[in-house]
Nanobody
């Protein structure tokens, strides 16, 4: 069973930094890509940042220049470095990964349970 476990959330003042981690565990062949989404009550989940295992990245306009996503392929962990945090970044952040369970299989989507990030003004 593949699991994504997030860590690193919490409460921070505006202008501060946090680093989120998402570790993939279980039996699988490889990871195609990983991403971070966020959601606030009453709103749709939105893409924050995504990266292929080869390092091609994409960011939401609202976080460009402040957030950075990376994947450590040696331990199947994605990181989201968040700098210059703003109150509007407050949300539950969810890790997402496209994972191949075997070398011949299609990649399947997996989600983490989510972790809260709160930015105070």
């Amino acid at each position: 069973q593949v699991q994504l476990v997030e860590s690193g959330g919490g409460l921070v003042q505006a202008g501060g930094s946090l680093r989120l981690s998402c570790a993939a565990s279980g039996r699988f062949f490889g990871i195609n890509s990983m991403a971070w989404y966020r959601q606030t009550p009453g709103k749709q989940r939105e893409l924050v940042a995504e990266s292929t295992s080869g390092g091609v990245t994409n960011y939401a306009d609202s976080v460009k220049g402040r957030f950075s996503i990376s994947i450590d392929n040696s331990d199947d962990t994605a990181y989201l470095q968040m700098n210059s945090l703003k109150p509007e970044d407050t949300a539950a952040y969810h890790c997402y990964a496209l994972i191949k369970l075997t070398s011949w299989a299609t990649a399947y989507p997996f989600w983490g349970q989510g972790i809260q990030v709160t930015v105070s003004s």
